[in-house]
C-alpha cells in the first residue's frame, strides 16, 4: 500500500472514530439529563473502549510513521491525544467526589463520598457492592441492577431499587417460621396525653419514650420464671413510698424506699449488684442556709425536706444534700455514672425524676405471662391484650412472636426531612431460590436468618480521610446591596495538617485546595440554636494535569504543523 493511501485509510479510521464519539457526546448531551448521561454514555464500557482503541490506534501511528522534523507538530497532536485519554482514565478510575459537613465550632477531617455501598456479612464471608456508579440521578428514584456473591454459601444478593429520602421508613417484624429468628413483642406505652407502639426484641436494645427506657430482658421456662418474680423486691400492688431515692450507678437503677421524716437519718441500703452502699447523715424538713452556711429548718413542716447523703460506691465516697420538692439538676460531685434524686411525695418533682429515672423491663414466660418491672420494681403481671398501670405509665402487651426478625418498609415519595438513601435487595441462593426481598436503610443492620448463620445486609455511604483537619470558625452570608437574597456565603475555616495550620476563607469562586483535595462551599444549614453548618462539596481529579499537558501538546501541534509544511515547500526547489 502507498504512503498516501496508509495516510488516506488512517485519515478516515480517526474520523471514523471521532464521528462516532460525537454522536454519543451530542445525544447525550440533547436528550438524557447529565447524571443518566454519565452513566449510560461517559462511565459506559463500550465509550471507554472506543478511547483505548482511539489511544492505541493514534501510539501505532505515530511509531509506523517515519519520524521527520516536518512531521512534528502532526505527532504532538497524537501524543497529545494519548495524554488526554491516559487523563480521562485517570479520572474515570480515580476521581473522587463527595460532602464535608462542618458544625459552626467544631472540627472535621474526613467526608462523605458520593456513592452508596451494600455490605454482606454471613459466617466467615463477607462481600461488598458499590452502587455510585449506577446512579445517575442520586435524588430520584431509580431501578438498578448490580448483584454481589458469597460463594461458600451460594448467596447471591442482588440490588434492585433506589430510594433517596423516602416519605416515611417503618420498622416492622417479620415472622420466622424456622425458629431461626428471637422472641419479640409489641406493646403499647401511655405517658400522659402521648401514646405510643413500641416493639422489642429479647435481649435486644433499647426504646425510649417520653423518659422512659424499655426492654426486653428475657424469656424464660415457667420455673425460671417464678423465680425470677421471687427475686424483685415487691409484688404488684405495693403501695409506692412517700420518700424514696432513685439511685443511678453505671446503667443500673434502684429505687430505694425511705422510712420518712427524721426516722430517714441512719438509715443505710446495699445497691444491688454491689454497685456500693448509700446511707443517710440527716435530714431538714425546711431546708435553709443560716450564718456562715450552716444548715438550718425554718419550720417543722416539710416545706423544702432535704436529706444529706453518703454514697460509698468504686472505692470513693461522696457526701451531697438532696432535696425532694426541687426540680432535678446534674450535680458535679458525683463520680461519672452515677445519679442519685430524692423524690418526697408525688408532686410534679417526683413525676419528673421518676420518668427521668424509670427503666422499664419485661420478662416472658412460657405460658403466657409477662412481668413488667419499672425502676427495679414489679409492677404487675399481665397477659396479651391485659393492661398494667404504674406511675405516670400505662402499658399493655398486645402481640408476642415466638420466632421473628426486625426488617423494614419504605412509603415512597419525597420527604421534607432527610431520612437517607435506602435500597432494596432481593437475596436468593444460587441464583433461582429467593429467599428474602429486603429494604435497606442507610446506616441500619438488617439480619435474615439462614440454617448456619444470619445473613447480616448494611446499607451504608462510605467515608475518606482528607489527611488535614477542617475547623469551622465562622460563617458569614453577603446580600445584594438593598435586599436580603443572598449574593454569597463565606466560610471562615482553619486547616491544621502535617504540623502546620493556616486560615482560610471558602466561598463558592474561593474553593480551598489541599493534599489533592479540592473544597469549595456548596449549601449551608442554620440549626435551632442559630448556629451555622456549612456544607462542602468535595472533589479530587487525579487526570487534571495530563489534561492540562494534553491540551497544550494539541494546540502546540495545531500552530506548529502548517508552520512546518509551510517551511518545507519553501525548501523544495
Not at 257 to 272: D, E, I, K, Q, R
Amino acid at each position: 500500500m502507498s504512503k498516501r493511501a496508509l495516510s488516506s485509510a488512517s485519515n478516515l479510521i480517526t474520523t471514523l472514530f471521532l464521528i462516532i464519539i460525537a454522536a454519543a457526546v451530542a445525544y447525550a448531551a440533547t436528550a438524557l439529563p447529565y447524571g443518566k448521561a454519565m452513566v449510560l454514555i461517559y462511565r459506559s464500557w463500550w465509550f471507554v473502549a472506543i478511547w483505548v482503541v482511539l489511544a492505541l490506534y493514534l501510539i501505532f501511528c505515530s511509531v509506523a510513521s517515519k519520524p521527520s522534523v516536518h512531521r512534528a507538530g502532526l505527532l504532538a497532536m497524537h501524543l497529545g491525544f494519548v495524554i488526554l485519554i491516559a487523563g480521562g482514565l485517570l479520572t474515570y478510575r480515580g476521581a473522587i467526589r463527595g460532602t464535608l459537613e462542618v458544625e459552626e465550632g467544631q472540627s472535621a477531617s474526613s467526608f462523605s463520598l458520593d456513592d452508596l455501598h451494600v455490605s454482606a456479612a454471613t459466617g466467615n464471608e463477607k462481600a461488598e457492592l458499590a452502587l455510585g456508579s449506577l446512579l445517575y440521578d442520586e435524588d430520584s428514584p431509580q431501578q438498578i441492577s448490580a448483584s454481589m456473591r458469597l460463594p461458600k454459601s451460594g448467596l447471591v444478593i442482588t440490588a434492585e431499587k433506589y430510594v433517596p429520602d423516602p416519605q416515611e421508613v417503618l420498622p416492622t417484624v417479620a415472622e420466622v417460621v424456622d425458629g431461626l429468628g428471637r422472641q419479640a413483642l409489641e406493646l403499647s406505652a401511655e405517658v400522659g396525653d402521648k401514646t405510643t407502639q413500641i416493639v422489642l426484641f429479647a435481649c435486644g436494645e433499647e426504646e425510649s419514650f417520653r423518659g422512659y427506657k424499655f426492654r426486653f430482658s428475657e424469656f424464660l421456662n415457667e420455673g425460671a420464671y417464678q423465680q425470677r418474680i421471687i427475686s424483685l423486691p415487691r409484688s404488684a400492688g405495693a403501695p409506692q413510698p412517700r420518700e424514696r431515692l432513685i439511685v443511678t450507678v453505671d446503667g443500673n437503677t434502684e429505687t430505694v424506699a425511705l422510712p420518712g421524716g427524721s426516722a430517714n437519718v441512719g438509715f443505710s441500703h446495699t445497691l444491688m449488684d454491689g454497685c456500693g452502699e448509700i446511707e443517710v447523715l440527716a435530714y431538714v424538713p425546711d431546708f435553709e442556709l443560716g450564718p456562715g452556711r450552716s444548715v438550718r429548718s425554718r419550720s417543722q413542716e416539710p416545706n423544702n425536706p432535704a436529706i444529706e447523703v453518703q454514697l460509698e460506691s468504686g472505692g470513693s465516697s461522696t457526701r451531697l444534700w438532696l432535696f425532694g420538692k426541687s426540680k432535678p439538676f446534674h450535680r458535679l460531685n458525683l463520680p461519672e455514672g452515677t445519679k442519685i434524686d430524692y423524690l418526697f411525695g408525688a408532686g410534679e418533682q417526683a413525676e419528673m425524676v421518676s420518668k427521668m429515672a424509670s427503666s422499664v423491663e419485661l420478662t416472658a414466660s412460657t405460658d403466657g405471662l409477662f412481668a413488667v418491672v419499672v425502676a427495679g420494681v414489679l409492677v404487675g403481671q399481665v397477659r396479651l391484650g391485659q393492661r398494667v398501670e404504674a406511675e405516670g405509665l400505662s402499658l399493655s402487651v398486645d402481640k408476642f412472636w415466638p420466632s421473628a426478625r426486625r426488617t423494614f418498609d419504605v412509603v415512597e415519595g419525597r420527604s421534607r426531612k432527610k431520612t437517607g438513601k435506602c435500597v432494596s435487595v432481593v437475596i436468593r441462593r444460587d441464583s433461582e431460590q429467593v429467599i428474602a426481598r429486603e429494604w435497606l436503610p442507610e446506616g441500619e443492620a438488617v439480619q435474615v436468618p439462614l440454617a448456619k448463620a444470619p445473613l447480616v445486609l448494611t446499607a451504608f455511604v462510605p467515608t475518606q480521610d482528607l489527611g488535614f483537619q477542617v475547623f469551622l470558625k465562622g460563617f458569614e452570608t453577603k446580600t445584594y446591596p438593598g435586599s436580603r437574597i443572598p449574593s454569597a456565603y463565606v466560610s471562615e475555616v482553619e486547616v491544621t495538617g502535617a504540623g502546620e495550620a493556616e486560615i482560610r476563607f471558602v466561598s463558592p469562586n474561593n474553593p480551598l485546595s489541599r493534599n489533592g483535595y479540592t473544597l469549595y462551599q456548596s449549601a449551608y444549614d442554620r440549626m435551632e440554636d442559630g448556629s451555622y453548618v456549612s456544607i462542602f462539596g468535595v472533589s479530587s481529579d487525579p487526570g487534571r494535569f495530563e489534561f492540562y499537558l494534553g491540551s497544550a501538546l494539541v494546540v502546540l501541534g495545531l500552530i506548529a504543523q502548517p508552520l512546518l509544511r509551510r517551511r518545507r515547500r519553501s525548501q523544495q526547489p
